[in-house]
C-alpha cells in the first residue's frame, strides 16, 4: 500500500519536474547560450584593443566579477533587487499583455507617464505624513499609467487599430511630455539643468540594506496579484481565453473588447507602477534623461519569463543581477570590458528565445514546450488579424 | 512495412502492424480516429519514427527519415488539410521546391507548364497553370495537390481521407481518377472511415483498432456491420432508432430572417422557421448557401439584418451569445478548433467553457478548481473520452474525442434549443453513434433540435423534419420519415421547386 502511494508520490513528482523542465528549459539554454556569445565577444574584443597580451581568462574574470558585484554580499544582493523591482512590473506589465493576445510595446511610455504621475503628486505632498504622501503618490502614478494604456485598449476595441502601433506612438509622446513637463511646469527654479524637485516625504521607505525600498516589495506583490488574477479568477480566465482563442471567446459568451481594454488598462497600472517606483524609491526627482530603457528591458523580461510571474520574477532577477553587477565588471577589468557587454547578453538571450525551432532542432531537445507562447503574439501581430473582429 | 511499433507517452499507437501494397491496387486503411492510422502513415512518409519494425520496399529494407527522403523514393502524400499556398497559382504550388531550371537562374516555366497540362489531361482535367489556387473550388484543390504528387513521379499516393471535404459529385469524380490510376500501375492508400466509400473503391480493406491491424477484407467478402464492428469492436447500429417523436410547443420561431455575411452579401434571404420541443429540424443544403450565416444568427455570433428570432415566445433577435446560453440555447459549432474549444488549453477549462462564470464553477469572482475537476471528470466519464487525464490540453485528443468535449458541454442540463452544425463531420462510425443517440435522448427529453449538416445521409437519417436551404431561401420542407434522397439531392442542388412554389412557411 505504502509502497504504491510512494511510487504515486514519485511519479508525480516526476511529472512535475518534467513539466517545469519543459517551461524552464529553453530559456535557462538561451542564457547559457547567451554567456557563451558574450564570452566569444570579450575575447574577439581584446584582439582589437592594442598593446595588451591576449588573456583567454578575462571572460572568466569579468564574469566572475558580474557575479561578485550583484550577488557577492548584501549591498550587491540589495542592488540587485532594486534593479529587477521595476523590471518585474514592467515584465508583469508586458505579460499580461502576451497572455490576452495583445504586443503592448508601451510598457515604456506607461513607465513615463507614471513615474510623471508619482513625482508631481510626490512634489506637491513632500512636506505631508508619509502615511498620505506616499500611497496617494503611487496611486497616481499607477493612474497615469493605466490611462497611457487605456488609449490603444480602447482604439483597438473600437476601431482595431493595431496595439502595436499606437504603443509605438505612445511612446514618443510620453518621451515628449517628460521632456516638456521637466523642463516646463515642474522644473526647479535655479538648477542648471532642467530636473524636478525632490519628492520628500513622498519617497518609498527603505526596508533591507542601504537602498532597498519598498518598492522591491511592491513588486513581489504585484506578481502574486497577477498569478492569482489569471489563473484563479473567472476574469483571469477570459483574458487567457481571449488570448488564446478570440473565436472561442466570443462563442462562449465573453466580451474580447472588453478585455482588451481592460487588459491594456491594467498593464498600463503597472507600467506606471513600475515607473513611480524607480521615481519615489531611487531617483527621488526627476530628470529628462529619467528611466530610459526599463519599458523596453521588460518586454525581454516577460519573453524570457515566458508571461509568468514567477518566470518573470527570475527573469527581472537576471536582468537586474547583470544591471547591478556591469559596473564592478568594468572597473574590475579595467575599463577593458564596457558596462554595455550586459546589453548583448540581454539582447542575445532574446536572439536565441526567438530562434527557439533552431536550439530545439540543433540540441535535440524533446518534451520542451514549442517556443515561448508570447512569440506567436509577436508574429501574430505583425501577420494582421486583429483580436476584436 | 512489417511489425510497425510506435509508442507515444501513454498510448501505443502502433502494435506491431503489418501493411503492404502492390502496384495497381488501391488499399483502403480503416480505423477510428486515434486507432493508428496517421501514425502508421506518418511513419511511411518520414513524420515519426517507428520504435521497433521494418519498411520494405519492392522488398529491400529502407530507412525513410523525412517527407523528402519519402518523395525521392516516390512517396507521395495528400493531406487532408491541403498543403498549398492559396495566393500562389497552381504551377507554382506544384513546382514549388522541384523549381525546374532553364540554365543556372531562369526558371523554366514554360516546359513546366506544359509538363502539368499533359498530366492533367491524362485524366481529361483542363489545368490551367496560371490560376490562383486560392480561386479554385476545393475538389480542384485536391486535384492540385494530386498533380504536385504525380508530378514529383510519385508510385505511392497516400490519401488521407480524401472525401472528408468533397461534395458527392465531386467525391464520385476523384473516384474515377483514383480507379484511371489503379489503371496506370500506381499503388494507392486510401485513409477513410466512411465504410461505403471504402467498400465501393478500394481492393483490400485493412481495418486497425487502438494500434492493432485487426484483419484484412477484400470487398466481396465483406459488408458495412462488418467492418463497422470489426473497427470499434462491437456490434454498431449505423442507422439510429429515431422512434416517435412527439413535438411539443414551438421553442425556436424565426421570421423574415435576414442576414449578411463577412463581405455584406446578403446570405440568409427572408426566412421563416419554427422548431418544436422534441423534434429535430434537419436543414439539407450544400455547403455555402447561408447555414453558417443562418447558425451564427441563431446562437447569437452575427447581428441579424432584419426579421426576428423568438425563443420561448421572447424576442431574442439582438442579445448576446451569453445570454441566449442562459435561456437554454447550446450549440456545437461545425468547427470545433476556432470556436468549439481552446486547443492549448486544458479538457478541465474546455468543459467550463462556456459555463466558466456561474456556479459551482465560479466562487464570486474566483473559479473553483474542485468543481471544474469534477465536472470535467464527470464529463470524460460519461461520454467516454479517451485521454490519459483531464489535465491533457485539447489539442492531444483525436478529433472524435474533442467533438464529445464539446457535446458533453453542450448538452449538459436542460437545454431549450441545441443547434448542432455538422455535429459529425470527420468522425467515425462509433462517434457518430454515440452523438446520434445522444441527440435522440435530448429530443425524447424536451429539447428542440436544428440539426444543419452537409451530409445528407445524416440529415435524413435523424430529422423529423428537413428543410432545404438554397441561396439563402428554404426552398422546400419534408417530412423526415418520408422524403426521398433523391429529391432532397436535388432540391440542394438546383433549389428547383422553391422557385416554383415560393419560399413555404416551416
Not at chain 1, 538561451?30 to 595588451?52: F, K, N, Q
Not at chain 1, 502614478?141 to 493605466?146: H, P, Q, R, T, Y
Not at chain 1, 538648477?191 to 516625504?201: E, F, L, Y
Not at chain 1, 536550439?359 to 486583429?386: C, M, N, P, Q
Amino acid at each position: 500500500m505504502t509502497e504504491k502511494r510512494a511510487s504515486q508520490v514519485g511519479g508525480r513528482l516526476r511529472g512535475m519536474l518534467r513539466d517545469l523542465w519543459a517551461a524552464a528549459a529553453l530559456p535557462l539554454i538561451s542564457i547559457v547560450l547567451a554567456l557563451i556569445v558574450g564570452a566569444v565577444v570579450i575575447l574577439a574584443s581584446e584582439l582589437i584593443v592594442p598593446g595588451r597580451p591576449f588573456d583567454v581568462t578575462l571572460p572568466l574574470a569579468a564574469y566572475s566579477a558580474l557575479f561578485t558585484g550583484s550577488l557577492g554580499g548584501l549591498d550587491p544582493i540589495v542592488n540587485t533587487m532594486r534593479s529587477a523591482a521595476p523590471l518585474v512590473l514592467g515584465g508583469l506589465a508586458v505579460g499580461l499583455g502576451f497572455k490576452a493576445g495583445l504586443f503592448n510595446i508601451g510598457a515604456q511610455g506607461q513607465f513615463l507617464l507614471g513615474a510623471l504621475g508619482a513625482v508631481t503628486v510626490g512634489i506637491a505632498l513632500n512636506e505631508a505624513s508619509p502615511f498620505i504622501a506616499i500611497p496617494l503618490s503611487l496611486l497616481a502614478g499607477g493612474l497615469f499609467g493605466a490611462a497611457w494604456g487605456f488609449v490603444p485598449g480602447l482604439l483597438k476595441a473600437v476601431s482595431g487599430a493595431h496595439e502595436v502601433v499606437t504603443t509605438i506612438m505612445l511612446n514618443y509622446v510620453a518621451g515628449s511630455t517628460i521632456a516638456w513637463a521637466v523642463s516646463g511646469p515642474l522644473d526647479q527654479p535655479g538648477s542648471p539643468s532642467p530636473i524636478t524637485a525632490q519628492v520628500g516625504n513622498a519617497a518609498l521607505p527603505v526596508l533591507i540594506g542601504r537602498n532597498g525600498h519598498a518598492g522591491i516589495l511592491l513588486a513581489l506583490v504585484a506578481a502574486v496579484v497577477v498569478g492569482w488574477l489569471l489563473y484563479r479568477t473567472t476574469r483571469g480566465f477570459e483574458i487567457r481565453t481571449v488570448g488564446a482563442n478570440p473565436d472561442a471567446a466570443r462563442y462562449a459568451g465573453m466580451q474580447p473588447r472588453l478585455i482588451v481594454v481592460l487588459t491594456m488598462s491594467m498593464a498600463g497600472l503597472l507600467a506606471g507602477l513600475s515607473g513611480s517606483i524607480v521615481v519615489l524609491g531611487v531617483t527621488h526627482h526627476m530628470t529628462a534623461s529619467f528611466g530610459t530603457t526599463v519599458g523596453f528591458d521588460s518586454i525581454a523580461v516577460a519573453l524570457l519569463g515566458r508571461s509568468n510571474p514567477v518566470g518573470i520574477i527570475f527573469a527581472a532577477l537576471l536582468f537586474g543581477a547583470m544591471r547591478a553587477g556591469a559596473p564592478l565588471m568594468q572597473i574590475q577589468t579595467l575599463n577593458l570590458i564596457p558596462a554595455e557587454l550586459v546589453d548583448v547578453v540581454q539582447a542575445t538571450i532574446l536572439l536565441f528565445l526567438v530562434a527557439h525551432a533552431v536550439i530545439r532542432r540543433l540540441l535535440h531537445l524533446r518534451g520542451v514546450a514549442a517556443g515561448v507562447e508570447a512569440t506567436d503574439t509577436i508574429t501574430k501581430s505583425y501577420s494582421g488579424e486583429a483580436v476584436t473582429h | 512495412m512489417r511489425g510497425i511499433t510506435k509508442r507515444y507517452p501513454g498510448v501505443l499507437a502502433n502494435d506491431s502492424i503489418d501493411f503492404d501494397i502492390r502496384p495497381g491496387e488501391i488499399h483502403a486503411l480503416l480505423g477510428e480516429n486515434g486507432a493508428g492510422k496517421t501514425t502508421l502513415m506518418n511513419i511511411l512518409y518520414g513524420l515519426a519514427v517507428p520504435d521497433a519494425g521494418e519498411l520494405l520496399l519492392d522488398g529491400q529494407p529502407v530507412q525513410i527519415k523525412s517527407p523528402h527522403d519519402a518523395i525521392r523514393r516516390g512517396i507521395s502524400m495528400v493531406h487532408q488539410h491541403f498543403m498549398l499556398v492559396p495566393v500562389l497559382s497552381v504551377a507554382d504550388n506544384i513546382l514549388l521546391g522541384e523549381e525546374p531550371m532553364a540554365g543556372p537562374i531562369f526558371l523554366d516555366q514554360g516546359g513546366a507548364h506544359r509538363r502539368i497540362r499533359d498530366l492533367g489531361s491524362r485524366f481529361g482535367w483542363k489545368v490551367d497553370p496560371d490560376q490562383k489556387v486560392g480561386s479554385l473550388s476545393v475538389g480542384w484543390q485536391q486535384r492540385v495537390e494530386i498533380l504536385k504528387a504525380l508530378y514529383r513521379n510519385a508510385r505511392i499516393l497516400v490519401l488521407d481521407e480524401p472525401t472528408a471535404v468533397l461534395t458527392p459529385q465531386e467525391t464520385a469524380e476523384i473516384f474515377s481518377v483514383l480507379r484511371s490510376l489503379r489503371q496506370e500501375g500506381y499503388a494507392i492508400i486510401f485513409i477513410s472511415h466512411k465504410l461505403y466509400e471504402v467498400l465501393e473503391i478500394a481492393d483490400r480493406i485493412t481495418v486497425i483498432r487502438r494500434g492493432k491491424v485487426i484483419g484484412t477484407r477484400r470487398p466481396a467478402e465483406t459488408n458495412e456491420a462488418d467492418l463497422a464492428e470489426m473497427m470499434v469492436g462491437r456490434e454498431v447500429q449505423l442507422t439510429v432508432d429515431r422512434g416517435e417523436s412527439h413535438p411539443g410547443d414551438v421553442v425556436l420561431r424565426i421570421r423574415g430572417l435576414e442576414v449578411k455575411d463577412d463581405r455584406g452579401q446578403e446570405a440568409v434571404r427572408g426566412i421563416d422557421l419554427e422548431v418544436k420541443a422534441g423534434e429535430i429540424v434537419g436543414v439539407a443544403g450544400v455547403a455555402g448557401n447561408g447555414q453558417d450565416e443562418l447558425v451564427e444568427a441563431i446562437v447569437g455570433l452575427r447581428q441579424p439584418s432584419g426579421g426576428h428570432i423568438e425563443l420561448d415566445g421572447r424576442d431574442m433577435t439582438h442579445a448576446g451569445a451569453r445570454e441566449r446560453h442562459r435561456l437554454g440555447v447550446g450549440f456545437v459549432p461545425a468547427d470545433r478548433h476556432r470556436f468549439g474549444m481552446v486547443l492549448s488549453f486544458p479538457l478541465t477549462d474546455n468543459f467550463i467553457l462556456t459555463d466558466y462564470y456561474e456556479p459551482p464553477f465560479a466562487r464570486g469572482i474566483l473559479r473553483n478548481d474542485e468543481a471544474i475537476e469534477e465536472r470535467a471528470e464527470r464529463g470524460i466519464k460519461n461520454y467516454d473520452i479517451r485521454t490519459p487525464s483531464a489535465n491533457v490540453t485539447g489539442a492531444t485528443l483525436s478529433g472524435g474525442n474533442q467533438q464529445k468535449v464539446i457535446v458533453a458541454r453542450e448538452f449538459e442540463g436542460e437545454q431549450r434549443l441545441l443547434v448542432l452544425d455538422q455535429p459529425t463531420r470527420g468522425l467515425d462510425v462509433g462517434s457518430i453513434e454515440f452523438i446520434h443517440r445522444q441527440a435522440i435522448i435530448k429530443r425524447n427529453a424536451g429539447s428542440a433540435i436544428l440539426l444543419v449538416s452537409a451530409e445528407l445521409d445524416e440529415v435524413l437519417e435523424l430529422s423529423d423534419r428537413i428543410v432545404v436551404m438554397f441561396r439563402g431561401a428554404i426552398v422546400a420542407v419534408r417530412d423526415g420519415r418520408t422524403a426521398d434522397k433523391n429529391e432532397i439531392g436535388r432540391l440542394m442542388a438546383t433549389g428547383a421547386e422553391g422557385r416554383e412554389s415560393g419560399t413555404p412557411a416551416a
